[in-house]
C-alpha cells in the first residue's frame, strides 16, 4: 500500500517550493510532478523497482501519480523540491492530456538536447527566488516555474 500525499501550493503560482533535509520518505504518491535537486550530500530515490544515488548537483523528475520513496544515505543532505501542479502542463490547450517527462542527470544516455545544467540552473533560481518575499519575486518565480516546463 502506497501514501498518497495532499500537496498545498503556494496559491500565487501553484507549486510548492522548498528546501529540507530528507531522513526518510516512505513510498507515496501524489498528483504533482516534483523536480528534486540536491544541494548537499546524497539521496537514494527509490522509483517503481529503480533505485538511484543521486549526489551533489543531481536533478530528477517525478511524473505525476508516480510511486516514489527518499532515504538518506550514510551522509547528511540538503535537497530543493519543487512540485508543480498538474494543472499547469498541459491545460493551455484545454486538453485532458497527462505528459510524461524524463529528467535523471544520473542517466549519461538520455542527456537532454540542453544539457541538465539548464535545468539545475532554472531550479537553483526559482528556489533563491521563494526565499524572498516582495511582489515582483512571485512573478519571477511563475516565469522561471514557466520556464522549466516549457525546457520539460
Same mark, same amino acid.
Given at each position: 500500500?502506497?501514501? +498518497?500525499?495532499?500537496?498545498? !501550493?503556494?496559491?500565487?503560482?501553484?507549486?510548492?517550493? +522548498?528546501?529540507?533535509?530528507?531522513?526518510?520518505? %516512505?513510498? !507515496?504518491? !501524489?498528483?504533482?510532478? /516534483?523536480?528534486?535537486?540536491?544541494?548537499?550530500? %546524497?539521496?537514494?530515490?527509490?522509483?517503481? %523497482?529503480?533505485?538511484?544515488?543521486?549526489?551533489?548537483?543531481?536533478?530528477?523528475?517525478?511524473?505525476?501519480?508516480?510511486?516514489?520513496?527518499?532515504?538518506?544515505?550514510?551522509?547528511?543532505?540538503?535537497?530543493? +523540491?519543487?512540485?508543480?501542479?498538474?494543472?499547469?502542463?498541459?491545460?493551455?490547450?484545454?486538453?485532458?492530456? %497527462?505528459?510524461?517527462?524524463?529528467?535523471?542527470?544520473?542517466?549519461?544516455?538520455?542527456?537532454?538536447?540542453?544539457?541538465?545544467?539548464?535545468?539545475?540552473?532554472?531550479?537553483?533560481?526559482?528556489?533563491? /527566488?521563494?526565499?524572498?518575499?516582495?511582489?515582483?519575486?512571485?512573478?519571477?518565480?511563475?516565469?522561471?516555474?514557466?520556464?522549466?516546463?516549457?525546457?520539460?
Amino acid at each position: 500500500m502506497y501514501l +498518497f500525499e495532499i500537496i498545498e !501550493h503556494e496559491e500565487k503560482y501553484k507549486a510548492k517550493i +522548498f528546501t529540507t533535509s530528507i531522513n526518510h520518505s %516512505s513510498f !507515496h504518491w !501524489h498528483y504533482d510532478y /516534483e523536480l528534486i535537486l540536491i544541494l548537499k550530500g %546524497s539521496l537514494i530515490v527509490n522509483v517503481g %523497482s529503480r533505485n538511484m544515488l543521486l549526489d551533489s548537483q543531481k536533478i530528477i523528475l517525478l511524473n505525476s501519480q508516480e510511486v516514489h520513496e527518499l532515504k538518506r544515505t550514510q551522509e547528511n543532505n540538503l535537497c530543493l +523540491f519543487i512540485q508543480i501542479n498538474k494543472a499547469m502542463i498541459g491545460n493551455l490547450r484545454n486538453d485532458n492530456k %497527462s505528459y510524461y517527462f524524463y529528467l535523471n542527470s544520473n542517466d549519461k544516455n538520455h542527456i537532454p538536447k540542453n544539457g541538465y545544467e539548464a535545468y539545475i540552473y532554472i531550479a537553483a533560481c526559482i528556489g533563491i /527566488e521563494s526565499q524572498k518575499k516582495e511582489l515582483c519575486n512571485i512573478y519571477r518565480i511563475k516565469s522561471l516555474v514557466y520556464m522549466l516546463i516549457a525546457d520539460l
